[in-house]
């Protein structure tokens, strides 16, 4: 079985995201836990918690991950920014271990004019101290691809296999592969042969075993942009043939893969129009 989803809107209620999942025939999921773009924490109720594993339960739907605000910077030289990284990645990690939520996606953080290597080295003793601070968290903590724009950190392989080299608790963590932004940072996966030397790449520096899931998402600018905007499955600049690269290679059929284009535009369910392109791309 594939495992495949997108990421869906939690009005309503946590597991309102489970159900309606389960409406598009997804077998994966991903969600925020709270609202991303708000400092203001959340903490969830017993009701909270026993609605959503009963969402699980009536739907199948087990493979899910939560993305982290995106307000945290676990690069920034700016200490009260950092301080609030912390502590909304540690309240992430508890919400996320209280749904039995497995992982945990984070774009490592930009380093404001700080540097490249001071900057991983921030992002990899937060990681340490959110860690130590939640030390029974059962999920795991995914570190995204990005596009690299600006200051941001994660946007070549090098830089991710770095931070997982400096964080004490390696079997705490794993890589999430976005395709817009790796495509955007300059892997090409439009060809069989390109597609398939970005993933020697990927094992070379990060490895596979690493990897835990997977953003399908088409990219609006060129290989190499740097710019993070998505597209719509087969619509943008990575074309459609990459996508049933991935969603045929058997070495990452155990992975969750994830949608994340742009959604309803009036009457039009783009999430039902990108599903469906996707499955029609698998090969029984």
Same mark, same amino acid.
């Given at each position: ?59 199948? @739907? ?17 200490? *009260? ?14 919400? *996320? ?27 990899? +003793? ?15 903590? @995914? ?8 200051? =941001? ?24 592969? +976005? ?60 074309? @459609? +043939? ?5 969603? =045929? ?36």
């Amino acid at each position: 079985m594939i495992l495949l989803g997108a990421h869906l809107s939690i009005a309503g209620g946590l597991h309102k995201a489970v159900l309606t999942a389960y409406e598009y025939g997804c077998t994966a999921l991903q969600i925020f836990t709270k609202n991303a773009n708000t400092w203001k924490e959340r903490s969830l109720s017993a009701r909270d918690i026993e609605q959503f594993h009963l969402a699980r339960e009536q739907t199948g @739907i087990s493979s899910i991950c939560s993305h982290t605000s995106y307000l945290i910077n676990l690069a920034s030289p700016e200490p *009260s920014k950092y301080e609030r990284s912390i502590m909304a990645l540690e309240q992430e990690l508890v919400r *996320s271990s209280q749904l039995t939520i497995p992982y945990v996606v984070m774009h490592p953080g930009s380093h404001m004019g700080m540097g490249q290597a001071p900057g991983l080295r921030r992002i990899a +003793d937060g990681i340490d101290r959110v860690f130590d601070r939640v030390p029974a968290a059962t999920c795991r903590l @995914i570190l995204e691809t990005t596009a690299g724009q600006g200051s =941001n950190l994660g946007h070549n392989f090098e830089q991710l296999a770095a931070i997982s080299d400096m964080v004490d608790a390696k079997e705490r963590i794993g890589v999430c592969l +976005d395709t817009c932004h790796a495509f955007a940072a300059g892997y090409d996966l439009r060809t069989k042969t390109a597609y398939e030397q970005t993933m020697k790449t990927f094992d070379t520096v990060v490895g596979l075993d690493h990897l835990r899931v997977i953003h399908l998402n088409d990219a609006k600018k060129g290989l190499g942009s740097r710019i993070d905007r998505h597209e719509h499955i087969g619509k943008g600049e990575i074309g @459609i +043939d990459a996508f049933s690269f991935i969603l =045929n290679d058997s070495k990452l059929k155990p992975l969750p893969k994830i949608l994340e284009t742009p959604k309803k535009k009036g009457p039009v369910d783009y999430d039902r129009i990108n599903l469906n392109r996707l499955r029609s791309l698998i090969i029984a």
